[in-house]
């Protein structure tokens, strides 16, 4: 079965100090995996899409990397701005489906 | 360009009653779809569709209906609304092919049934 999980549930970090999300997942193929921001009250925003074990995206200070098996967000030197929730999603291959995972909720303390 | 809009951003029904949770987009995207979002569930599929006239079912689609018959518009029709329907929906849309590409959400529409 085609599922996600993402940890830590939740994370809370001082300004500037650096730390990293997780995305496991298991499916049969991969044609994507997705990074959105979610702000409460608010739709998801897109952030990175990853198709291949090894490649790598930047921006800002979020760097989102993908292996096999999982994909990690990091986050580098953050700012109170940077407080929201963090999805995960994959798109199987051969489906034009999406699974999400419950996210991760981030909190940076000034 | 307004992206994906979504109306109305709250609605309360009574346990029985129907409506249309209506989503349009003016990216002359292919893909669209209608996501829950439930707390500690996270974003579950209901509907997509891939094309004018062209829809099928995601994770979650009982209880609700969808049709296609434009582009740019991909409304949601809850049938006879239950308790259980409480909750935030999103739609989104995207490009479609061979490649996966990202999505991008509306608002949302908060609905309750009582």
């Known amino acids: 079965e085609d599922q996600v999980t993402q940890s830590p549930e939740a994370l809370r970090l001082q300004e500037g100090e650096s730390s990293s999300l997780n995305c496991s997942y298991t499916?049969?193929?991969?044609?994507?995996l997705f990074w959105y921001r979610q702000d409460p009250g608010k739709g998801p925003e897109f952030l990175f899409t990853l198709y291949s074990a090894g490649e790598e995206k930047e921006k800002e200070r979020l760097k989102a990397t993908l292996t096999k098996k999982e994909s990690f967000l990091h986050i580098t030197a953050p700012k109170p701005e940077d407080s929201a929730t963090y999805l995960c999603a994959v798109s199987p291959s051969g489906t034009y489906k999406y699974i999400f995972g419950t996210g991760t909720r981030l909190k940076v303390l000034a | 360009n307004a992206g994906v809009t979504q109306t109305p951003k709250f609605q309360v029904l009574k346990t029985g009653q129907s409506m249309t949770l209506q989503c349009a987009q003016d990216?002359?995207?292919?893909?669209m779809s209608w996501y829950r979002q439930d707390p500690g569930m996270g974003l579950r599929l209901i509907h997509y569709s891939v094309g004018a006239g062209i829809t099928d079912q995601g994770e979650v689609p009982n209880g609700y209906n969808v049709s296609r018959s434009t582009t740019e518009d991909f409304p949601l029709r809850l049938l006879s609304a239950a308790p259980s329907q409480t909750s935030v929906y999103f739609c989104?849309?995207?490009?479609?092919?061979?490649?996966?590409?990202?999505?991008?959400f509306g608002p949302g529409t908060r609905l309750t049934v009582t």
């Open positions: 989104a849309s995207s490009y479609s092919g061979q490649s996966s590409y990202e999505q991008y």
């Open positions: 499916v049969s193929g991969l044609r994507g």
């Open positions: 990216m002359n995207h292919e893909y």
